[in-house]
Nanobody
Framework: QVQLVESGGGLVQAGGSLRLSCAASGRTFSRVAVGWFRQAPGKERELVSA????????HYADSLKGRFTISRDNVKNTVYLQMNSLEPEDTAVYYC??????????WGQGTQVTVSS
C-alpha cells in the first residue's frame, strides 16, 4: 500500500507560480511511478504529468506548453509539481496518484489550486 498526501495548493494570480508536493509513505518509494492529475468543475479528471520511480522518465500533457515541471526526491519520498505562468484554466483540484504496477490505484485527497484573472 501507498499513502499519499498533497500540499501546496492555494490562490494565485494569473502568471504566478505554485509548487505542489506529494508526500508518500508505505512502500519502497523509488519503485513507484507517480502522476499528477487535475479535475476542474464539470470536467473529467485528466493526467497532467507523471514520473517513473527513478525519475528518469517524465510525461506531460500536451496542453501544458512547457509550463509545468515534475520532479521527485526519493530520499524525502516526495514528488513535486512546479507550475509556472499559471492561467485561470489551470484552476482545479490537483491529485497525486501512485502506480505500483497495477494502474493508478492509490490516490491522495487532493489540493485546490485557484488562479484568478
Amino acid at each position: 500500500q501507498v499513502q499519499l498526501v498533497e500540499s501546496g495548493g492555494g490562490l494565485v494570480q494569473a502568471g504566478g507560480s505554485l509548487r505542489l508536493s506529494c508526500a508518500a509513505s508505505g512502500r519502497t518509494f523509488s519503485r513507484v511511478a507517480v502522476g499528477w492529475f487535475r479535475q476542474a468543475p464539470g470536467k473529467e479528471r485528466e493526467l497532467v504529468s507523471a514520473i517513473t520511480g527513478s525519475g528518469g522518465t517524465t510525461h506531460y500533457a500536451d496542453s501544458l506548453k512547457g509550463r509545468f515541471t515534475i520532479s521527485r526526491d526519493n530520499v524525502k519520498n516526495t514528488v513535486y509539481l512546479q507550475m509556472n505562468s499559471l492561467e485561470p484554466e489551470d484552476t482545479a483540484v490537483y491529485y497525486c496518484a501512485a502506480d505500483i504496477g497495477t494502474g493508478w490505484n492509490h490516490w491522495g485527497q487532493g489540493t485546490q489550486v485557484t488562479v484568478s484573472s
